[in-house]
């Protein structure tokens, strides 16, 4: 199923608005066009609106965050509501500074996401603060191990539930969750996490994947984040003894471009729970 | 002839203030590195005139232009203006959005450029837009081909008349036009487009060959023009199967840096017409 | 001793916060995640002080300075000093307009920093500016050769006296100093001139090292910037034909992947004068 995601992605090219930071921004733009789609980057409040009507996804990202970018994220995810486009966050840092928490909290209350993409520690910060979301019990650890794949799975539903989003929650196992159904991801490769921004670059490709499947929201952002780690896998092969972390990077996002609908259903490791 | 105005670039090796956007920006300082020019990236009002008077050009990418920089493509444009430094306009989504519109609109009233580099439909939205330019017929088709190549020249020149700036339409077949001559030029290679700013890169490496051959702003451009095509298919011919659009991003800046002035006289491909 | 800082680093996986440049920030985050710590980059007003408080070391660099994230600077760097974690300045471009002058001047009278880290010209320009430095002799040349180079270590290790910083001075040949030592270090490859934000990188790994190493600010700084040199050696030695500017920018930052204490110990050039 999830190359029926893929090919949707490479059949119907969407063009996807993300506002996101100035730190991976480059690798963002490449690897939504890698699995497909295009991306167009804008963020100014006096725009953003045109350039969500003319895209069909948008991409939310608080990464360097500030005043001016914060306006211009609540008049595009207002405005991408209004049009029935699929929406991703990703919180980066949500829990690191008050600023970044009350803006990811804010975004939760005044826009309907379709896909929140985290970390357990930032999806956690989301699930404790949201006044939606009370009740939510957020109390689970802070790493996701096969000891407490259960816990994070009922959790992943239960704010799911609360914020009528996907929630993917992403380390070294995936958890991929509606509320009544989840994706548990093992794909990927430990160095990912030495390259600076995959993350980010997921929750790009993600709202590419949901855009495309507009009727799938789970399966897809499962299928974009089975992508993900498998690409980092097949990258991790290419590694050459004087490979690093740099290199590491540019052959993740390669292993996007090259990856076909096939061998994603092929590559993808999960189960449902 | 493009032997020598590559030759100056080289040779001269000049300054250029880039007020360009964050996603692109990396790229566009190494491949100015990489063509034998040296780039400055300032983007605040308060210090845009002072950057501009140490260098020799400016590039101007309005790609993710707000309200703060506009003001400072404002100022340095018109500093620039005054110094007689050759300036480059990139209107990067012109027609996407009214803000990118009448930004680019408005720099084209405020600002004389040297060379002005956009895709069909970005130099089609100045054109229509412009009251300097009201007459010039924006009515070809949104994509360049060998059957409507001649109206597309007429229109590239057209408009150069009334914007008294070097036309850069780059596509599959790129037109580089003043009022009286253009070159059409056939280097490139389709991959191209799957790298996020090969445009950007483009005119920020125009900005270094215009800059180093003032007397010749269309053979500059064109030179430019056809550098970055050639550099497109050097890099693809390094392509290896599991490369993808990353490493391809690294083997077109790579080609530029090993481009030598001979090697791009004999690789350029191009007719007057 | 260049051994043991780096071995710091990678133990103590210091979390270092970075205001700096969109130009060359992806770089600067990859290569702080290569030496063996972690990045976070933020810039807002509104949670900078926040952001600090949860990381050990500061990097702050005016590459793209606004009047914005001046202020973001200035609140960080207050805190840090609070907070007794090493803080350390690019100026970049100082000298070449006035506000990139007067911010690093304002920032060195506001905050104290541990290294300072620029070019001969860019450190000339704060010690003949400074009103904390009147009385240093800043009439240096403008390029370190042999012949000058014990003029400059006195420049250095005057300015780093009124200063209270360790100043280093990179170039062809490199000089770190405090009031009464100075380390030359010879390594690094002409080439590195070509990649944009070899110096910016350096910075915000020299941020780890001296975080890493909060007793030693002095070797920490000159094992930085010895292993900076030396990544430059090693990538060199990968380059292909078809290699350029923009491989040869993976491959630094993978050689600092790659780096062990052990082979930083053996491969740095250096005396002490």
């Known amino acids: 199923m999830f190359r029926e995601m893929f090919e949707n992605v490479r059949s119907k090219n969407p ?6 930071n100035y730190v991976t921004v480059n690798d963002c733009a490449n690897i939504v066009i890698a699995c497909g789609a295009s991306p167009i980057m804008a963020d100014d409040k006096d725009e953003v609106a045109d350039i969500t009507s003319i895209c069909s996804g948008l991409n939310i990202n608080i990464g360097t965050l500030n005043s001016r970018t914060i306006q211009s994220m609540l008049i595009a995810g207002k405005k991408a509501n209004e049009l029935n486009h699929p929406v991703v966050l990703d919180p980066v840092g949500a829990g690191a500074s008050k ?15 379709t896909v929140i993409r985290g970390n357990i520690s930032e999806i956690k910060a989301l699930a404790s603060g949201s006044s939606s979301t009370k009740g939510v019990d957020a109390d689970v650890a802070d790493k996701v191990t096969e ?68 009727d799938h929201p789970l399966e897809a952002a499962a ?33 996007i471009y090259n990856m076909t609908p096939e061998k994603l259903e092929k590559g993808a490791i999960y189960e449902v729970r």
Chains 1, 2, 3 share one sequence.
């Open 147 to 214: 000891e407490n794949l259960d816990d994070v799975v009922a959790f992943a539903k239960a704010f799911s539930e609360k914020s009528e989003a996907v929630i993917a929650i992403t380390g070294v196992i995936d958890i991929v969750a509606d509320s009544k159904k989840a994706f548990c991801i093992r794909n990927g490769h430990p160095m990912m996490s030495s390259v600076t921004g995959t993350g980010c670059q997921l929750s790009a490709m993600t709202a590419a994947f949901v855009t495309a499947n507009p």
């Open 15 to 20: 063009l996807i608005h993300n506002i996101t």
């Open 223 to 255: 299928a974009a984040v089975a992508a993900m780690g498998y690409a980092g896998e097949v990258a991790f092969g290419r590694m050459d003894k004087m490979d690093g972390n740099s290199s590491y990077r540019n052959y993740i996002i390669d292993a």
């Open 99 to 113: 600023l970044r928490t009350e803006t990811a909290l804010r975004l939760l209350e005044e826009v309907k996401f």
